[in-house]
């Protein structure tokens, strides 16, 4: 399958799974030197190769399609990921109402309930809201202390990278539910997965966890 045909698919799995509420959200893929990206206005569950832009990897746009108003944040992705060379971002039910409550921690607002969440994502940080669009989307990645493949923006959605797109969707239909468990278990007296469950969990896996506060 070409690049376009994953995207095309990847869109396709995305509102499958209830991600794209109201067509939001955008995917990208890493060609080689080249990002293409769905395109600003398109429909992921029913992208055509035509809705695809074509941009250089600082967001340049090189042809196809008119990007996204959210190409700082793909592109604030891959180069604090380089080797993942595919970007989700949605505006999915659950991600939105974790996105919109303080979060658990300042490593994670995603706490560790289930050993998948943990082997796939691993920690998921809050970042701080800026509109859509603009451009310190970018730094809000870029400037994160903490190490992630998955993060939150406040009062908005989520972003998830990965080593091919199909792990990306992955990731982000497991943040999903994640974010589900969460606001299902919020205030209640919930039982967290003890520490050193958790540091073995995520070096087995190398997936990114700074720390484990004792907080419920
Ligand atoms: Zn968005």
Known sequence: MSAVDDLIAAGRALVDAGLSPGSSGNVSVRDG??????????????????????????????????????????????????????????HSPSTVALSCLEPWAPHSAVPPLTPYTLMRVGQVPLLGFVPPGDPRMGALITDCPHPFRAALLANHGAVVSGDDLEGAVDSTVELEEACRIALLTHGRERRLIAAEHVRAITDRWGTPWSETPSLS
């Open 33 to 90: 030197d080249r990002l293409l990206m769905t395109g600003t206005g398109t429909r992921l569950g029913a992208l055509r190769p035509d809705d695809v832009a074509v941009l250089d990897l600082d967001g340049v746009a090189l042809g196809g399609a008119r990007p996204s108003k959210e190409v700082a944040l793909h592109v604030a992705m891959y180069a604090r990921n380089p080797a993942h060379t595919a970007v989700v971002h949605v």
